[in-house]
């Protein structure tokens, strides 16, 4: 009798474990299935409202005051030729003055360095220009033969393109691919016979500044973010997660 008291009690015990293990089993599957996972995106086409234009100009010299001087002459021309293309004095940023030493090393027949002989000054000064005139900039910095005429050894760089509303672009952006996500939410949800609740979690993807009709390999997991286009194109992901009933 004992026995069968303690035989009746296990498989009672065994049971009660299965059906507590069998609950548990199907409230972790109604939460996994109780919600939806969307992602939503949005993109604006923008023009660039700030340039910055770099440039540099170098003399060399034996010695280094000659080599000042003459760095001297040339940086007062390149001013004088950006005021005369109607370039603000205070945009115009001259950059300290770089000084290198110069030396010529000799070498034997077997490679080895058998004399150095310093043969003077190179000193080089960088020229800055930060305007919302992005045509004009654009038009000077490429067409610098003046200075070029003038004697000027001018080394121009690519002009940059920047966009000063950009804070308020990545909100609105940021609305519209939630809108966008919670659309698609509710249509997903709605052919499954279910609707959306509230809102369970949030997550915002990398901002993305690419130019304008870039291929799609242009973006970047990490996040892209385009300086030599004057049109660029601005794209931002959002991931929400909704409950639904």
């Not at 509230?198 to 870039?214: D, T």
Request: charged share 25%.
């Amino acid at each position: 009798m004992k026995e069968y008291v303690k035989t009746l009690i296990v498989c009672v015990s065994v049971v009660i474990c299965v059906l507590i293990f069998s609950a548990n089993l199907i409230s972790f599957k109604t939460a996994q299935n109780n919600y939806i996972t969307v992602t939503g995106s949005a993109t604006k086409s923008f023009t660039s409202d700030l340039i910055v234009w770099r440039g540099s100009f170098s003399k060399e010299a034996k010695t280094s005051k000659d080599a000042y001087d003459q760095l001297k002459n040339n940086a007062f021309a390149v001013k004088s030729y950006l005021i005369k293309n109607n370039i603000n004095e205070n945009e115009i940023i001259f950059s300290s003055i770089r000084i290198q030493e110069n030396y010529h090393h000799e070498y034997n027949y077997e490679g080895r360095l058998t004399n150095t002989i310093f043969t003077g000054y190179t000193l080089t000064q960088s020229v800055k220009i930060e305007s919302n005139d992005v045509d004009k900039i654009e038009q000077i910095s490429r067409d610098i033969t003046e200075l070029i005429d003038l004697g000027v050894e001018f080394l121009s760089m690519a002009p940059e393109y920047y966009y000063t509303k950009l804070d308020e672009l990545k909100l609105n952006l940021i609305v519209e691919a939630t809108e966008n996500s919670r659309i698609r939410a509710e249509t997903i949800a709605k052919e499954a016979g279910a609707k959306i609740t509230k809102l369970k979690s949030a997550n915002l993807g990398v901002f993305q500044i690419i130019a304008e009709n870039s291929p799609p390999d242009s973006y970047s997991s990490g996040g892209a973010f385009d300086i030599f286009s004057k049109n660029k194109t601005a794209f931002i992901t959002t991931k929400l997660e909704y409950l639904l009933k």
